[in-house]
């Protein structure tokens, strides 16, 4: 049976659930998007840092909305699951410019976005998500706009009323059109049962070292677990160990951790 984008996006809409938590590996470019996906991925998450970084920008809203679009479009024909596609703010300057955005998103086979708040008034954020809705649902590809609350990522406002805060915002993005809530940046059981006992929809949160487990964070409510820019973030690592090994000691250990040759060569030579 042909793929297409609706049936993807049912598809990834269905994997939401804490009973088994949709486990994201981000990726930032097609090679790691494959090998991801190889290793058992039933969809593909990008993330804006890493995208961003290896086109030569800074993360925040910097890389240019056409740069990003031809990045997701390659990702999405790269690999045979869903496509969700971190758009940072939404790569415009006002709520038409993100609705312009999305519009170019479906167009290049995604089926999910993710949209920040950042330091944006929470009122601005649901603007933009209001306005991402409308371009979805004039596409009618059933695409999952999932909304991120960055109250912990950024520790923003009185930790004392920062839940609540977080919860508030929530609820105005859910009303907005929001299908999902990421709240980056919070590790704390407590917290995070709180945050599902609360909002409506899926619940998406952020994993890191020392945090709970895939299957411990479904327990708690958890629909959703992204690695956000961690797998990048260790590549890019991983780079700076061998060029260190081979500028100081003058030996190459480390590249003994990497994928076989032939092995990544094929992943890129397989068809799609």
């Known amino acids: 049976m042909t793929v297409t984008q609706p049936n993807n996006a049912h598809l990834f809409r269905s994997l939401h659930t804490p009973s088994a938590p949709l486990a994201l590996a981000n990726a930032w470019d097609v090679a790691s998007a494959r090998v991801i996906e190889a290793a058992g991925a039933p969809a593909i998450a990008t993330t804006s840092a890493g995208v961003a970084w290896s086109l030569g920008s800074p993360d925040g809203d910097v890389l240019t909305r056409d740069r990003a679009l031809k990045l997701i479009a ?3 024909a790269a690999v045979a699951v869903p496509v969700t596609a971190d758009i940072e703010g939404g790569y415009g300057k006002d709520a038409a410019g993100v609705a312009e955005t999305v519009a170019g998103v479906l167009a290049a086979g995604a089926v999910g ?11 601005e954020l649901a603007t933009r998500l209001a306005a991402a809705r409308q371009a979805a649902d004039r596409a009618g590809q059933g695409m999952f706009l999932n909304a991120r609350v960055d109250t912990f990522l950024f520790g923003l406002g009185d930790p004392d009323t920062r839940l609540k805060e977080t919860l508030s915002r929530a609820h105005m993005y859910v ?3 929001a299908d999902g809530i990421f709240v980056p940046g919070v590790t704390d059981t407590a917290t995070i049962a709180a945050l599902a006992g609360d909002i409506s929809v899926p619940l998406n949160v952020m994993a890191e070292p020392g945090a709970p487990t895939v299957a411990e964070l479904g ?6 677990v992204s690695l956000g820019p961690g797998v990048a973030q260790a590549a890019y690592a991983a780079a700076r160990r061998a060029a260190h090994e081979l500028f100081g000691t003058g030996d190459y250990d480390s ?16 068809p799609r």
Not at 113 to 123: K, Y
Not at 255 to 270: H, T
């Open 219 to 224: 327990a708690l409510g958890v629909a959703r």
């Open 113 to 123: 976005v993710n949209i920040e708040d950042g330091t944006r008034s929470p009122a």
């Open 74 to 76: 390659r990702v999405v």
């Open 255 to 270: 590249l003994a951790e990497g994928i076989a040759f032939p092995e990544l060569d094929a992943l890129l030579a397989e």
């Open 175 to 177: 009303d907005a059109g």
